[in-house]
């Protein structure tokens, strides 16, 4: 190859405008959202970072698909077409729809975990998390220690430790229902986990009889990172080392929201028949009958297509490459960012750029407001909002200050992270004057999508 530009391997058929807002006119929206970018409109967003789920644009082999759906209600093409996408690269028995990742992750845990267990997992994700604490069971993190270390590189930050997790296995015999490993490590700064790593767990799961499920959401990305970083892997394809990945698992979880390219969708698969028959009880009372699970025949078309496009090399070469692009331009910038530059989002490191802004004035979310009031970009935290909050009402700081920056699939293009760059060099410059925020309302759990705030200093920006 003797160009080196990486292009977005697409054309565009459609477009859709995006606005912006002066300034004044954004520094309103935030007043009237209570400094809650999730209550900001979207029309007033110029370019929405806010979350890479379900907010991807859809192929033009995806929009034929759905006209091909089949809505009837039960046993329909679409959802065997569905089936047969997901067990060509999980390989698993069941495969049960669902709405989305969450309802996936309610089923499983409503029907495996029982309240005072424990449910280890690299770390898990906020809606993880709390339908585990829902079931009054225990979300145990086991990030590896490097995954701790925002600023340390290391290829695999995402892996789950592995001494940690055999003790956990040992101390708490029969009181661990199931063991989970989320690739990419979303909430751990979108770092892969390795298929050493899957391997290594798996096989401690089952020495432990313990069924061993992965999160899936972002499984082609992860098996892009495991071609790209880890040794013997370099000579296969995504869709060969996603299938190794599912071949450790006993089940996983999707929120075909991210590498399904769906809009809409998710689902649960496993092979023990027991566990997936209770599952598909529980669907039929909460999601629909199992061969919809709450999602139309149009639906399951469009994420049985998404699932192979997420596994295109051109297309994950693009994808992975954009966000390292920008990574580059911020450590260039002295940006201080998670590295090395994860999968779908580029995580900046609001405890070491606003060093003065204390935890409970919230950095991460102060730096999210603005990156929104300067460049109308939405963002999402990953901070002591989301996870401040402890079970028993009491607050912790979180182990990091994250603004986590996640990208649409094949939505944006080469001038938009350019002007992304622009607005984080800018917004660099102005950090010493950049003031935190108090909290005025928060619910009890997931607060972070409701909670209101104002700036703690009268101005989120001094003279
Ligand atoms: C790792 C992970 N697990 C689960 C979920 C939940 O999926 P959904 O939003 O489809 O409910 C998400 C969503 O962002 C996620 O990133």
Redesign the pocket.
């Known amino acids: 190859m003797i160009f080196k530009t990486i292009i977005e391997p697409f054309r565009i058929k459609t477009v859709e405008p995006i606005h912006g807002r002066t300034r004044s006119e954004r520094e309103a929206a935030l007043e009237a959202a209570g400094y809650n970018l999730f209550l900001i409109k979207a029309e007033d967003v110029l370019i929405d970072l806010l ?4 907010t991807g644009a859809m192929s033009s082999d995806q929009w034929a698909g759905m006209m091909r759906g089949d809505e009837s209600y039960a046993g329909a093409r679409s959802f065997y077409r569905f089936e047969a996408a997901v067990q060509e690269i999980t390989g698993f028995k069941h495969v049960i729809p669902t709405h ?6 309610r089923i499983l845990f409503g029907t495996a975990v029982k309240p005072g267990e424990v449910v280890p997992n690299n770390t898990h ?4 998390r709390a339908n585990v604490e829902y079931r009054s069971a225990i979300a145990l993190d086991l990030p590896c220690p490097e995954g701790r270390q925002p600023q340390e590189y290391h290829s695999f930050k995402g892996n789950i430790d592995l001494t940690a997790l055999e003790r956990v296995l040992l101390e708490k015999p029969g009181q661990v229902p199931l063991a989970m490993i ?1 690739v ?4 751990g700064g979108g770092q892969p986990v390795s298929m050493a790593n899957i391997r290594a767990a798996s096989e401690m799961c089952h020495r432990f009889g313990v069924p061993f499920f992965l ?1 899936a ?2 499984f082609a990305e992860n098996a892009w990172f495991i071609k790209l970083r880890e040794e013997g892997y370099a000579d296969s394809t995504p869709l060969a080392i996603a299938q190794e990945m599912f071949s450790y698992a006993d089940g996983c ?1 999707m ?4 590498d399904g390219m769906a809009n809409i ?2 689902f649960l698969a496993m092979n023990d028949d027991d566990l997936a028959q209770r599952c598909k009880n529980l669907l039929i009372l909460t999601e629909g009958f199992p061969t919809y699970g709450g999602l139309a025949g149009y639906d399951l078309e469009a994420i049985a297509v998404g699932l192979k496009e997420a596994l295109d090399e051109d297309y994950l070469r693009y994808r992975i490459r954009s966000v390292e692009y920008l990574g580059e331009i911020c450590m260039h910038n002295d940006i201080p960012i998670v590295l090395p530059t994860g999968g779908h989002a580029l995580y900046l490191d609001a405890k070491a750029l606003l060093p003065h802004i204390p935890w409970n004035e919230y950095p991460a979310w102060a730096l999210s407001l603005v990156l929104y009031l300067e460049g109308g970009v939405r963002s999402v935290c990953i901070d002591s909002v989301m996870f401040g909050r402890q079970p028993d009402g009491s607050e912790q700081p979180a182990a990091n200050e994250l603004v986590r920056l996640a990208f649409p699939r094949r939505v944006y293009t080469q001038s938009h992270f350019d002007y992304l760059a622009e607005v984080l060099v800018h917004t660099k410059g102005l950090a010493p004057r950049l003031r935190g925020v108090r909290m005025t309302y928060g619910p009890p759990v997931l607060r972070h999508f409701t909670a209101r705030f104002e700036p703690a200093y009268g101005q989120l920006i001094v003279d």
Do not use: I, M, P, Y
């Open positions: 979350t890479d789920s379900g989305q990742g969450r309802a996936a992750e994700f906020d809606t993880t989320t990419t490590n979303n909430s999160d959401c972002r979880t929120s075909a929201k991210k969708g998710g």
